[in-house]
């Protein structure tokens, strides 16, 4: 590999880069009016206009109206607001909340606050690819759930969740569904109305804008208890002076994510580098996640009795993330494949490499390369 290894991007459910197409319309902004959105005069007028104008941009891609789209910091705040603002809108201190186990920490770490303050809080199973029971949804139901929340796709594995499926029963009880689409969005569909969500998180840098912007559909008709309280902005539903520069960049951003949901260029990399893997590795490497409901760029593999993060600090070119970490000669396994119930000898093992719109074969190929002269037969 010589002194200086090619560096390769395979991080991509971590996050991605800002998309040319959103930077040049960021730098723009900078030319452009900077009165307050607010104000109805010249110089705030532009930028109400090009708030609004990403509104509906973000609401295409999700298949809802403009005014169900509230802007926020990322999804992160978006999850925040929608399970603290449902429990404090309940009003009851012994409201009921159903998630799962494999929820990134920006719902279980809310859910174990609003435990703190009373709350109740089912964490549900999921089976071995990482996929939740709609059965088991239903029956962890009670007179005082006020809400579900179950992520669209987990950002580990990739296994897409029965989102439709399970809002078929919970809808019809008037409990609330939320439902996380921070590593969903800009991947596959991500329809409100065919998802049956009444609550939905957006998370700009997961879909090539910047990070720092993000989303949350609430549903019409839905009533909501601002995360942060101030003046009237976003009407009413998040105090703070619109940003104007990172909500345009989202918006520019879900426009292109709409035109790359179906397609299939990625789904075909991904599946030719697992290919490769089983052909070079054979069953010393095992897929982790649900082999079709998944999302298309993502493939979570376990190298086993190998450590994944030893093989990855050998491919310092390579930009991927571990399912494991090491910490004093000991293998700490990830809250999400512990959930699993992946074994020890596999999940130690485990790697994520996530592709991208700029993954090329070549890349796969140098990766390969990689992995053949680290892991070895």
Not at 39 to 51: L, T
Not at 164 to 182: P, Y
Not at 306 to 319: D, F, N, Q, R, T
Request: contains cysteine; hydrophobic residues 40%.
């Amino acid at each position: 590999m010589g002194d200086t290894p090619s560096r390769i991007y395979l991080d991509y459910n971590a996050s991605t880069p800002i998309a040319p197409e959103v930077r040049a319309a960021m730098a723009r902004k900078f030319e452009e009016p900077y009165g307050n959105p607010s104000s109805s005069h010249w110089a705030g007028r532009p930028a109400k206009e090009a708030i609004e104008n990403a509104r509906a941009q973000v609401a295409r891609l999700l298949g809802s109206k403009p005014s169900e789209v509230v802007f926020t910091s990322g999804g992160s705040e978006a999850n925040n607001h929608a399970l603290k603002g449902v429990f404090y809108t309940a009003n009851r201190r012994d409201a009921h909340i159903v998630t799962t186990q494999i929820e990134h920490p920006a719902v279980i770490n809310p859910c174990r606050f609003l435990e703190k303050l009373g709350a109740h809080v089912t964490y549900l199973p999921v089976d071995g690819f990482g996929r939740v029971d709609p059965d088991d949804v239903r029956r962890a139901l009670r007179p005082e759930t006020v809400l579900v929340s179950v992520m669209h796709a987990n950002n580990e594995v990739g296994t897409i969740q029965p989102i439709a499926e399970i809002a078929q029963f919970v809808r019809s009880t008037g409990i609330l569904l939320h439902t996380d689409a921070a590593q969903s969005g800009g991947k596959i569909a991500c329809n409100v109305a065919e998802l049956g969500a009444d609550l939905l998180s957006v998370a700009g840098h997961k879909l090539y804008a910047p990070k720092g912007v993000g989303a949350l559909y609430i549903r019409e008709g839905v009533s909501l208890e601002p995360l942060i309280h101030g003046a009237g902005h976003e009407n009413g539903r998040r105090a703070g002076t619109e940003n104007v520069l990172l909500n345009t960049a989202l918006g520019i951003a879900c426009d292109l994510a709409a035109q790359w949901v179906g397609m299939e260029s990625v789904r075909i990399l991904r599946d030719y580098f697992w290919d490769r893997l089983r052909s070079r590795f054979g069953d010393r490497v095992v897929l982790i996640g649900h082999p079709t409901e998944r999302l298309p760029n993502t493939l979570n593999v376990g190298f086993v009795e190998k450590v994944g993060a030893e093989i990855l600090s050998l491919m310092p070119g390579v930009a991927a993330s571990t399912g494991s970490a090491c910490h004093s000669g000991s293998v700490d396994i990830s809250p999400v494949l512990r959930a699993m119930d992946i074994s020890e000898k596999i999940a130690m093992g485990a790697i994520r490499f996530s592709l991208g719109r700029g993954t090329t074969r070549e890349e796969i190929e140098t990766v390969m390369e990689d992995l053949s002269r680290v892991v070895g037969i």
